[in-house]
Nanobody, 127 residues
Framework: QVQLVESGGGSVLAGGSLTLSCAAS????????MGWFRQAPGKQREGVAT???????TYAEFVKGRFTISKDNAKNTLYLQINSLKPEDTGMYYC?????????????????????WGQGTQVTVSL
């Protein structure tokens, strides 16, 4: 059973930065696609960024240039660096994983294809 534990969220002022972490454990898959999704208050959860097993990233159009996804394979930890935070970035950020080598589909419709989810970490951005 894959376990995902997010950390690093918090309350920041607009323009600030955060680095979210997702520690993964309990899996033996040779290929695993991992990613970050977020859910703003009153909105549906949406894909933010994913990383294929070979390290290829995919980003949602709305975060390009501000968000960077990375992974430390030795630590089994996925990261999301968020710069120039905006109030509209406020929401719960979830880590997700699925035992497959690559995303393979549009990030906008990928949510239901991820099998494992963390509990989320809250990001709140204020002016």
């Amino acid at each position: 059973q894959v376990q995902l534990v997010e950390s690093g969220g918090g309350s920041v002022l607009a323009g600030g930065s955060l680095t979210l972490s997702c520690a993964a454990s309990g899996y033996t898959y040779s290929d695993i696609c991992m990613g970050w999704f977020r859910q703003a208050p009153g909105k549906q959860r949406e894909g933010v960024a994913t990383m294929d097993s070979d390290g290829t990233p995919t980003y949602a159009e709305f975060v390009k240039g501000r968000f960077t996804i990375s992974k430390d394979n030795a630590k089994n930890t996925l990261y999301l660096q968020i710069n120039s935070l905006k109030p509209e970035d406020t929401g719960m950020y979830y880590c997700a994983a699925d035992p497959r080598p690559r995303l393979g589909i549009d990030l906008g419709i990928a949510e239901m294809t991820f099998r494992y989810w963390g509990q989320g970490t809250q990001v709140t951005v204020s002016l």
